[in-house]
T-cell receptor
């Protein structure tokens, strides 16, 4: 069964540093998402992306965040200047338009720790 | 925007008992309601889902019911086993598949042998 993959699995960074989280969505999917989960809390939507554009973003997704699909397979989330409160698990997800499926498939997550 | 409430936050049952987790949603345009199981440090895994044109769906020991009028939906697990222990999240999504998922706050289920 195809899976969403993410790298790295863990990322430790210093406050103020830039990080890039990487995702490879399922190959024939067209919609991509980033969600985050602060430890012990619920999963929260950050941004959705389609046709090389942001479709929707939450109020969490401020100017410090950006997303990109640099090539035909990768989907990245960049945090320009990390803050302590950015520490969380970040999940990428993808969905296949043109199918009867409703399911968004989640990657295994990247645990980001900001010191 | 959509808001999803989930209860209880923790649920402890004995092996073999049934467990019920309840969610309510606010946006009447929501039409798709998945349930995810998340084990510690792992990704959310879809376990069952229901669309708004269906009132109930069952898959072996797991069932989901939906009451559109009351805007609530529930997860039912029968004959619980210790491996059912995890955090369960409900979610809601409106319109079409590309819309975002809005998650509930999660229920930590502990099944004791």
């Amino acid at each position: 069964e195809p899976e969403v993959t993410q790298t790295p699995s863990h990322q430790v960074t210093q406050m103020g540093q830039e990080v890039i989280l990487r995702c490879v969505p399922i190959s024939n999917h067209l919609y991509f998402y980033w969600y985050r989960q602060i430890l012990g809390q619920k999963v929260e939507f950050l941004v959705s992306f389609y046709n090389n554009e942001i479709s929707e973003k939450s109020e969490i997704f401020d100017d410090q965040f950006s997303v990109e699909r640099p090539d035909g397979s990768n989907f990245t989330l960049k945090i320009r200047s990390t803050k302590l409160e950015d520490s969380a698990m970040y999940f990428c997800a993808s969905w296949g338009a043109g199918t009867s499926e409703d399911t968004q498939y989640f990657g295994p997550g990247t645990r980001l720790t900001v010191l | 925007g959509e808001n999803v409430e989930q209860h209880p936050s923790t649920l402890s049952v004995q092996e073999g008992d049934s467990a019920v987790i309840k969610c309510t949603y606010s946006d009447s345009a929501s039409n798709y309601f998945p349930w995810y199981k998340q084990e510690l440090g792992k990704r959310p895994q879809l376990i069952i889902d229901i669309r708004s044109n269906v009132g109930e769906k069952k898959d072996q020991r797991i069932a989901v019911t939906l009451n559109k009028t009351a805007k609530h939906f529930s997860l039912h697990i029968t004959e619980t086993q210790p491996e059912d222990s995890a955090v369960y999240f409900c979610a809601a999504r409106k319109n079409t598949g590309f819309q975002k998922l809005v998650f509930g706050t999660g229920t930590r289920l502990l099944v004791s042998p």
